[in-house]
């Protein structure tokens, strides 16, 4: 009884806060006037000409990239100080995987497949955001991408929908924390809504057309989930959706994310994203563009002041004054809910304590080791730290910037170490050499001689390879996903000394490596590692700890067979290598380099066991499958289990496999573990011509260490 009185309580307390919040915004509602209001709809970027003037008249509603306590506050003073009614500044900024301790890029972080590591990088980002007078970050970055020439591809969580869902609600309850008001907490904005990372050609800014079949069940749900998960903010995207632009988008921006998913927050554009409508050909001037925006749902417009021109409209009644009113009071309702009438301000102390903590580095650390994907290991590793010569090759492993990767918000080269240095640190006895061999994108091979002289010396050779930051992120799409530079022959250079080489990949992206797969016996793939990243590397390579990344993307053999992805739709001619006539390059092997959902291990597992709690089920009903994993090796190490379903006969073909669940687990030396996932509805349906749907028939699941392979199992949905 005491617990249910108790949530009563609650919800009655929530209620009243609810209706209170309502009646203040309709009270500041009715004494603003044309041009307030709009004020609250336009976001300002700091250093902007008009911003000064704007700030005097209590004309602007949020203004970005601005940080630090001491300028945020000082921004809000003069906003206070100009506005008629007070009303407070929302301070934003871009903390996308960090804010000055940086963690791994949100596609490393997707390797973990652990949701509660991504809600541990957005909790410790938003500390650091908010004590830096930051109240609202542009994360996460919710967009599914299957083309990796996308550079933008390195922010998100890679190509499944699932996977995508569950990292997007992750990031949403990292940041936003128990309540909005609370001082470590910052507001989220799930974007860029929509299907933005179905670029075609994986061209940033270009066109995405689809079924809406496709929309939905692989470029909506993780903005579903975002939504479902309270996210306060949602961005439009820059590209057109089916010919509309989603930044006018009315079916995206209200027909289904305010009717259909009940959303209650608000939208803003992305940067001058209203104005471009113009270039998208469906307004003439930015005042239309304006319109048109508002109209379709964007409540917010970012940087290009467009906003400021819809007063003429509702004056000349080609826009409603109601329309506007709608989108102040969403602006407002999230103003309130940070908290930021009663405390506008930050406290300018509370940085000190916080920002690059101990706690944090440690955070960042841990997050980074689990990150690590090990593609393919011919007892090179673990290296050893007590003997023998490691020599470190190329130009990445001296380099504290490209670690940090894009998108680093406040995170600083001197604050990060690079990875040359930490080897060194935790080398005990053993002896480690450098040589930079190439840079990045060098053209020349200069340096080859003396890196190869240095390379035959030693007992190892670590080869410190791939993309610069600046390779990967927004208007990075690269049409060739090869090692870039002279960075290739350098490889095969040092793979001809006959030594043991490890590859060592930092990029955003999946790169092809298709040479080293065959001729190189070690390869891991660390993404952009963060501020602790190298020293998450030191430990996995000197085997201090053990590698359980997976892929979260698929790497292909050659550029030319992106996109690809797991999740394919099955073919008339499946792929046959002995039939000329189906499915397949004729000028490549059949299948990915590397499956989404592979990485190994120092330690081995072994599935076995895999049984259904029932032979059959209905749609409104539960299964469970169940299934052994064994730890066979001699050393400790996380695995992370995956599950796959098939719609073996459909009215609609569904494709080969869709991932439906996955656990990380630990498993000491020997031990074994009973891993359970239970099977819903949710898992089974597909939208068909009426919505989401559920039809009877055979399903087929798979469960293992990746999309490749596992033990299989099949069920009745009757």
């Known amino acids: 009884m005491k617990r249910t009185a108790s949530a009563i309580a609650l919800v009655l307390l929530a209620t009243v806060a609810h209706a209170q919040a309502g009646d203040r915004v309709e009270e500041l509602l009715s004494a603003m006037t044309l041009e307030e209001k709009l004020g609250q709809l336009t ?20 203004i970005l990239n601005l940080g630090g306590a001491a300028s945020t506050n000082e921004m809000q003073r003069q906003a206070l100080a100009g506005s008629r009614l007070k009303i407070p500044l929302l301070v934003a900024n871009d903390v996308i995987h960090g804010y000055r301790t940086i963690f791994p890029i949100p596609l490393a972080i997707a390797a973990t497949f652990d949701p509660a590591l991504a809600e541990l990088a957005a909790r410790t980002a938003a500390r650091e955001a908010r004590a830096s007078g930051i109240h609202w970050t542009f994360a996460p970055m919710v967009d599914i991408a299957r083309d990796p020439r996308w550079g933008r591809i390195a922010e998100g969580a890679g190509e499944d929908p699932f996977l995508g869902a569950a990292m997007a609600a992750a990031y949403v309850r990292g940041f936003q924390g128990r309540k909005l008001s609370d001082p470590d907490a910052v507001m989220a904005c799930a974007k860029h809504f929509a299907a933005y990372g179905a670029a075609e050609g994986g061209r940033d800014y270009s066109a995405a057309d689809m079924s809406e079949r496709v929309l939905r069940e692989v470029y909506l749900p993780p903005f579903r989930a ?11 995207a820059f590209n057109t959706v089916n010919g509309v632009p989603a930044t006018a988008n009315r079916y995206l921006l209200d027909d289904v994310l305010r009717k259909e ?47 400021g021109t819809l007063a003429e409209a509702v004056k000349k009644g080609t826009l409603q004054e109601s329309a506007v009113d709608t989108a102040v009071r969403r602006v407002l309702r999230a103003k309130i809910d940070a908290g930021l009438f009663e405390n506008p301000f930050t406290d300018e102390t509370r940085a000190a304590s916080v920002i690059l903590s101990r706690e944090h580095r440690e955070a960042a650390r841990r997050v980074a080791q689990r990150s690590f994907v090990l593609l393919k290991n011919e007892n090179v590793l673990p290296l050893k730290k007590n003997e023998g010569t490691i020599a470190v090759i190329g130009s990445l492993a001296e380099s504290k910037e490209d670690i940090l990767g894009p998108w680093s918000s406040e995170g600083k080269a001197e604050e990060a170490t690079p990875i040359l240095d930490a080897l060194r640190a935790a080398a005990k006895g053993a002896k480690i050499v450098y040589a930079r061999g190439t840079g990045i994108a060098d053209a020349k091979e200069d340096e080859f001689a003396a890196a190869v002289a240095l390379a035959k010396d030693a007992d190892v050779i670590l080869a410190v390879l791939g993309e610069s930051r600046e390779m990967s992120g927004e208007a990075a799409s690269r049409s060739s996903l090869e090692l870039p530079g002279r960075q290739q022959q350098l490889l095969e250079a040092l793979v001809a000394t006959g030594k043991p080489v490890a590859l060592l990949l930092l990029s955003g992206r999946p790169l092809t490596i298709a040479w080293a797969a065959e001729h190189v016996p070690a390869i891991v793939q660390a993404w952009f590692p963060g501020t602790e990243g190298a020293h998450a590397l030191a430990d996995v390579l000197f085997g201090d700890a053990n590698f359980s990344g997976k892929l979260p993307v698929t790497i292909p053999r050659t550029t030319g067979q992106v996109p690809i992805y797991h999740a394919e739709l099955p073919s008339g001619r499946p792929a046959n290598v002995e039939n000329r006539w189906t499915n397949k390059y004729a000028d490549l092997p059949l299948g990915p380099l590397y499956a989404f959902g592979h990485g190994l291990s120092y330690t081995k597992f072994e599935y076995s066991g895999l049984k259904l709690s029932a032979p059959a089920m209905t749609a409104a009903g539960t299964l469970t499958a169940s299934v052994s994993v064994r730890n066979t090796g001699a050393r400790a190490g996380e695995e992370i289990v995956q599950l796959y379903m098939s719609d073996l006969v459909a009215s609609v073909s569904r494709p080969v496999r869709e991932l439906k669940g996955f656990h990380r687990i630990a498993l000491a030396a020997g031990e074994t573990k009973r891993v359970d996932f239970p099977i819903t509805r949710e898992q089974l349906e597909f939208w068909g011509e009426q919505g989401w749907v559920v039809e009877p028939g055979t399903f087929r699941v798979r469960v293992g260490p990746s999309s490749a392979s596992g033990l299989e199992v099949t069920f009745e949905v009757r």
């Open 261 to 307: 998913w009940k959303f209650r927050g608000f939208v803003v554009s992305d940067y001058a994203a209203v104005a471009e409508l113009v270039n998208h050909r469906i307004a003439a001037t930015p005042h239309e563009a304006a319109i048109a925006a508002l109209t379709a749902g964007v409540d917010m417009d970012m940087q290009d002041l467009s906003y």
């Open 226 to 236: 975002a939504v479902q998960a309270n996210v306060a903010t949602l961005m439009s």
């Open 43 to 62: 976001q300002y970027v700091g250093g902007q000409p008009e911003l000064d003037a704007a700030l005097k008249k209590g004309l602007v509603g949020s």
